[in-house]
Nanobody
């Protein structure tokens, strides 16, 4: 079992920045990759960014150049630095861990509005 706890969401103005954190606990050694997804009202959940155990990253087209995913293995934590936020980035952001099973956090709300 893997437990994921997200933090760092909130309300930010367009053009602003936020950093999300996802702390993992439990069967950490079984995780091969972690990612951030998001889901806006009325839309499907979509991949925002992913990072493998080897540090390889990938991003959704809509966030390339604005968001950065990173990980601190000593803290078992993955981060999502979000810059130049737009109103269309408003969504619930979920942390995901890939293991024998897929694990999800509870989600954290990000609202971009003036």
């Amino acid at each position: 079992q893997v437990q994921l706890v997200e933090s760092g969401g909130g309300l930010v103005q367009p053009g602003g920045s936020l950093r999300l954190s996802c702390a993992a606990s439990g069967s950490i050694a079984s995780i091969y990759a972690m990612a951030w997804y998001r889901q806006a009202p009325g839309k499907q959940r979509e991949l925002v960014a992913g990072i493998s155990n080897g540090g390889r990253t990938n991003y959704g087209d809509s966030v390339k150049g604005r968001f950065t995913i990173s990980r601190d293995n000593a803290k078992n934590t993955v981060y999502l630095q979000m810059n130049s936020l737009k109103s269309e980035d408003t969504a619930v952001y979920y942390c995901n861990a890939g293991s024998v099973h897929q694990y999800w956090g509870q989600g954290t709300q990000v609202t971009v509005s003036s």
